[in-house]
Structure formats: C-alpha cells, structure tokens
C-alpha cells in the first residue's frame, strides 16, 4: 500500500512516482477524484456517499469518465448527471448496500469492462478505413473466447464495418 497526501495542485509527481513502485502489480486500487486526472486507469468507479447535495466539485468530471457508478437506489440518474453523459451500457445504478453480491457483481463488471476495452482495441487497431473482414473479426472472437455477435455489436458501437461476410453469401 501507498499512500499519499498531496494537495491537487502538487500530486502529479508523487501519483507518478508511486505508479512507477507498483507498476509490476496486476491491479492497483486508487481512491480519490484527483488522481484520476494524471493515472489514466484502465477502469474508473465512482461511489456516492450518503447524499447527491453533498459532493465534490470536480465530481461530475469524475462522474462522466465513470465506467461504474454506485449510488443510492434513491439518486436520480438525471440529478446525478449520469443519464445524458453515460457511454457504455453497463454502468449501474446499485442499491447504497456493500455486500458480498454487490462485490460480485462489480467484479462481474470490471471483467466484462476489460473484455469489451480489448475487443474494442482489437476491432479499432485492425480496421482499414473504418473496416474489418468477417475473417478478422471471427478470429478476434475466437482469440478471446467471445461469441461472434459480441465482436459485431462492439463494431456496430465502434461505426466499423464488417466487409466479406460468408454469412452474406449464404
């Protein structure tokens, strides 16, 4: 464990000097809005505390890059901001109750996150143009153990087309 007390202003250069200690590590937990900014994470979870009228200014920035939201079944998603600003389909509006289904089903997220980040990698770095062939679009279903129509709804979301379809020609 790291940690570090800086205010905003100065905490590049120690975020950046702790990240370079544990950069061996599979996963690193940061907690705190600031630190967003400057570690680029792989994945971002917001938590909301006991009330909406009560959060940090530089929340709702926090709050669109979320990838996971947590909050309080009460909370508006409008009022939150999250409704208008959300882009990926599997944030989620949870009950305010830590246990251990609500851990599972964040861990359930992350997982899929990542798979769906790496296929969109993958569709993004062999496209031409905007395109993929059937081919390259199978074998990236194949390499990662996802089904063919998760690849074409990645490309769907992604606006690339998948061209030389031997389904079409059946």
Known sequence: MVWIKSPRSELEAPLSFA???LGGLDCILIEGNSAIEFARPDIVIFVFGKSADNIKT???????QADIVIAPESYSLDRCALKSTAKRLYRK???YKFDDS???D?????ETIEKNKEIEHLLSTASIDGRVTCTQ????AED????????GAAADELHIKIKNCELGSI
């Open 137 to 140: 679009a199978s074998k990236i």
């Open 144 to 151: 990662l153990g996802v089904p063919y129509v998760r690849i």
């Open 19 to 21: 990240l370079s200690k």
């Open 58 to 64: 530089s929340a709702p920035a926090i709050i669109r």
């Open 102 to 104: 609500l851990a599972q």
């Open 106 to 110: 964040i861990m359930s997220l992350m």
């Open 93 to 95: 509006h949870y009950p």
